[in-house]
C-alpha cells in the first residue's frame, strides 16, 4: 500500500482548514484499499486560530502532522519544509483554500502512476476577481518573458511528484528559492493534468501581488542572465544616444541657434554616464547580495514545534 504525503503551507486558514481536511479525508475514504495519507501541514507564522485547530484535529485523525515555523519564512520555504519531512511514496502539493479540489486528487494518482516524476495542475480558468487574474497574468508575463524557465501557462498550487523528484528537490539548497523554477530545472518526466477550479472557500489570497512581483524578480535573478545581457544593451542605447544627441547639438549650434557652448554637452555626458554607472552597479548589487546570501549557509528554516512526528 502506498503512502500519499499532502504538503499543504497554511498562513491565517482558520476559516477553511477544517473543511479542507474533510473533504481530502472523505477523498481518501474511497481509496483506502491502494493508498493510506498524511498531512504534512506546515504553518508559516499564523496568529489566528490555524494551528490550534489542527493540533484539535490532530488529536483524533492520526493522519494529521503540524511543522510550525518559529517565524514568517515565506511559502516557499514553507513547502520546502514540509517536502523535508514528508515521507511518503508520492507527494501532492496543494493550499487548503479549497481551489484546487481534493476531488481531483485520484485523477493526480492516476496520473503519476503511468510513469511520471512530476504532474502539474493546469487550470481550465482561474476563479478570481478580473484584477487579480490581470495581475497574475502580469506576473506569468514577467517570468516567461525573463527566466527562459518554460513553465506551462495557468498551472496550479497542486501538483503531485515522486519520491525520486522529492530526493532530487531536496539537494537545491539555495536561500532564494522559486520553486516552480526548481520543478523546472530537476526536469526528468513531467506532464500536466487539467482541472476544474473552484471560488475560494474562505478568506482571500495573501499571495497579493507585491509578493507575486518580489518573487518573479527572485526567480529572473536565481535563474536567468538576461539582466545582465539587458544592461549591456542599455548602456550601448545610452551611449549611442549621447553621442546622437552631441552631434544634434552641434549641427545645431553651427546652423540654428546661438547659444553658449559647453553647458547642454556636459549635462547630457554626465546624466547619459551617470544612468549608465547606477543602472549597473545596482544589477551587479543585486547579484552579489544574492552571493553573500548564498555563502553564509544557513539552515533553510528554523521550526518552532512539530505534531505528531514520532521519529
Known sequence: MKLVSLVVPVYFEEACILRFIEEVDAVFSLLKERYQHEYIFVDD??????????????LTNTHIKLI?????????LAVTAGITYAKGDYLLYMDP???????????????????????????????????????????????????????????AVMRIFNRRFAASFLKYNEQSRFIEGMFM??????????????????????????RKMKLAFDAIF???????????????????????????????RLFFIQFQ?????????????????LFFIGLAAIYIGKIYKEVKARPLFSIKEMTNFYE
Request: proline residues 4%; charged residues 25%; aromatic residues 12%.
Open 45 to 58: 507564522g499564523s496568529r489566528d486560530n490555524t494551528v490550534g485547530l489542527i493540533k484539535k484535529a490532530a
Open 68 to 76: 510550525e515555523l518559529s517565524y514568517n519564512h515565506g511559502k516557499q
Open 97 to 155: 483554500d479549497l481551489q484546487d479540489p481534493p476531488d481531483e486528487i485520484p485523477r493526480f494518482i492516476e496520473e503519476i502512476e503511468k510513469g511520471f516524476d512530476l504532474v502539474f495542475g493546469k487550470r481550465q480558468e482561474k476563479k478570481d476577481s478580473f484584477i487579480n487574474v490581470v495581475l497574475s497574468g502580469l506576473f506569468w508575463w514577467v517570468l516567461d518573458k525573463f527566466t527562459g524557465l518554460n513553465i506551462p501557462k495557468g498551472i
Open 185 to 210: 530545472h530537476i526536469g526528468l518526466k513531467q506532464t500536466t493534468l487539467e482541472i476544474k477550479q473552484r471560488e475560494r472557500f474562505a478568506g482571500v489570497s495573501k499571495f497579493n501581488f507585491n
Open 222 to 252: 536565481d535563474f536567468s542572465e538576461i539582466p545582465l545581457k539587458m544592461a549591456v544593451r542599455l548602456g550601448f542605447y545610452l551611449m549611442f544616444s549621447a553621442f546622437f544627441a552631441l552631434i544634434t547639438i552641434v549641427v545645431l
Open 261 to 277: 557652448l559647453g553647458w547642454p554637452s556636459i549635462i547630457i555626458t554626465i546624466i547619459g554616464a551617470t544612468g549608465i554607472l
